[in-house]
């Protein structure tokens, strides 16, 4: 079945740098990537949707200028946290469809997700 | 796309069946009802889904009322690694790629 890989599992980072985080679509081509944050004992929330070869559609109240997008190619999307701050901290997932999967339906496959650690 | 409610939290003995139930009163005819999971600390993962018929695969079968406001997803032998956030979802199916929103889910704990 279709995979999504998300790269670095984990990862701390002190207040004011930058960190990115890859998802990729192992085995199948995705135009769309959706990128999910998610805070401790609280549901998943849509952040922003990323578009292969156009900008990503953001979602509001998510600041495109500080959660950077780019989705370069049919298999990769990343996205840049700029100038962390610990607010920041949380669980960023990724997903994407295979449209070549399950027929008729709208499935997402979702990677493991990113916890990010800001001091 | 329709509402859901779920209940917050269940208990379910290990090798039980787990039934969680799913409202979504507003559910239109073009829409699906899917389920995912998430385990803690992982990212979800698709259960099932159907339209009008119950369904069954590997994982769990669903079932769906006839008037379709209601649904059950049935785990037929719960086991510890079955913990998770349960997500029932409705929406309608396209041909491209469309974001999930998630509700909050029910909490099933499975207990040894």
């Known amino acids: 079945g279709a995979v999504v890989s998300q790269h670095p599992s984990r990862v701390i980072c002190k207040s004011g740098t930058s960190v990115k985080i890859e998802c990729r679509s192992l085995?199948?081509?995705?135009?769309?990537m959706f990128w999910y944050r998610q805070f401790p004992k609280q549901s998943l929330m849509l952040m922003a949707t990323?578009?292969?070869?156009?900008?990503?559609?953001?979602e509001q109240g998510v600041e495109k200028d500080k959660f950077l997008i780019n989705h370069a190619s049919l298999t990769l999307s990343t996205l840049t946290v700029t100038s962390a701050h610990p607010e920041d901290s949380s669980f960023y997932i990724c997903?994407?469809?295979?449209?070549?999967?399950?027929?008729?339906?709208?499935?997402?496959?979702f990677g493991a997700g990113s916890r990010l650690t800001v001091l | 796309d329709a509402k859901t409610t779920q209940p917050p939290s269940m208990d379910c003995a290990e090798g039980r069946a787990a039934n969680l139930p799913c409202n979504h009163s507003?559910?239109?005819?073009?829409?699906?009802v899917y389920w995912y999971r998430q385990i803690h600390s992982q990212g979800p993962q698709y259960i099932i889904h159907?339209?009008?018929n119950n369904e069954t695969n590997e994982m769990a079968s669903l079932i769906i009322t006839e008037d379709r406001k209601s649904s059950t997803l049935i785990l037929p032998h719960a086991t510890l690694r079955d913990t998770a956030v349960y997500y029932c979802?409705?929406?309608?199916?396209?041909?491209?790629?469309?974001?999930?929103?998630f509700g909050s889910g029910t909490q099933l704990t499975v207990l040894p």
């Open positions: 997903s994407a469809r295979d449209l070549q999967g399950i027929s008729g339906a709208n499935v997402l496959t």
């Open positions: 085995d199948f081509q995705a135009t769309t």
């Open positions: 990323s578009n292969e070869g156009s900008k990503a559609t953001y």
């Open positions: 507003t559910i239109s005819g073009n829409e699906y």
């Open positions: 159907g339209l009008k």
């Open positions: 979802i409705v929406r309608s199916s396209s041909g491209s790629a469309r974001q999930l929103t």
